[in-house]
């Protein structure tokens, strides 16, 4: 095996993407949304048990006077200590406080998980480069429409921006 990525907790942040019931419903590849909401909230627990923020996204559609049901984050996914971000778009960082966020609490690294691999994460993700975060992402904690799309983002996509692991690979330092 691999050997593991150790990850300082005290500059290190895990951002899980657009948790929500009705994505984490949807027909999705390579594998289900359950199984993504399983590794991502074993990655919380881990990341809050070391004393790491955790940011959670959901989107709202703007422009609407209700949100379609199951808008909100996954039940029991937010505890006290996180952060929810709220987007209008595709990625999480425009005009949402993420950044700030992010900074406040002395963060230089990101970990990434969430669903649509190809969407929602790889947006986030991109903007996240482009502002000088290290990005690192879970395979296992994402996935999309089609293999296809989540395939191109974790093989082609994302190690031009960071480090792809899967979630038994990644470590937090006991700082």
Known sequence: M??????APAR??????????????????????????SVAEELARTFRAAGAPV???????????EQPPGSGLVHGLLTPGDVEIVKRTIGAFH???LDEALRARGVTTVVFGGIA???????????????????VFVEDAMAALTEAEHEASVKLDFPRLGTVVPAARLRLAAD
């Open 2 to 7: 691999t050997a593991p990525l150790t990850l």
């Open 12 to 37: 290190t942040a895990l951002v899980l993407v657009d948790l929500m019931d009705r994505i984490v419903a949807l027909p999705l590849e390579p594998r289900k949304g359950t199984e993504v909401l």
């Open 55 to 65: 940011v959670l996204v959901r989107v709202e559609r703007p422009g609407v006077a």
């Open 95 to 97: 005009g949402t406080g």
């Open 117 to 135: 691999t190809n969407l929602g994460v790889e947006s986030t993700a991109r903007a996240a480069a482009d502002l000088g975060y290290d990005l």
